[in-house]
């Protein structure tokens, strides 16, 4: 059985392609008590309002046909966002050299987040290398919480 996540891909994927965006996530959350389907949307030159709204509406009208989640959820339609996060092999080699903030579950130096530029990635293993200032620092996949890119002035 598939899970919500590759569900609500598939169903969803005709709309964002109609709307001209490119689905980046989608993530199914509890929070507070509550669940949330959320579909994040990429697309050149920026996703508005209005391509969320489309969309929406119309990933809304096929999951009540599909009927893919037992219980109640809020869908949340959006950007990915300027500090989206990195997940697939893809996303890393897309955003080298770019800058990211990596959080670690452990610390390390006794810090647990590293800001820099992403200069290397590691396909086979995972392994992302960030350069902050004139340090590398590599870290395996087992160990890294999260990557996003991140936004500087």
Not at 24 to 29: H, M
Not at 71 to 82: D, K, Q, R
Not at 99 to 112: E, F, S, T, W
Not at 119 to 130: F, K, N, P, Q, R
């Amino acid at each position: 059985m598939k899970k919500v996540t590759e569900l609500t891909a598939e169903l969803a994927a005709p709309a964002i392609a109609e709307q001209g965006c490119t689905l980046w996530d989608v993530e199914y959350v509890k929070e507070a008590g509550t669940w949330y389907l959320r579909v994040l949307l990429d697309k050149e030159g920026g996703v508005d309002i209005l391509d969320c709204e489309a969309i929406s509406r119309k990933l809304d009208v096929l999951l009540d046909e599909a009927d893919p989640i037992e219980g109640s959820y809020t869908l949340e339609v959006g950007s990915a966002g300027a500090e989206r996060t990195l997940k697939r092999p893809s996303d890393f080699i897309r955003y080298l050299s770019s800058p990211v903030l990596v959080k670690l579950y452990r610390n390390l130096d006794g810090r647990k987040e590293f800001a820099g530029h992403l200069t290397a990635y590691d396909e086979e293993s995972g392994a992302v290398t960030v350069t902050v200032g004139s340090q590398a620092f590599t870290f395996e996949k087992k160990d890294v919480a999260l990557v996003r890119l991140r936004v500087e002035f």
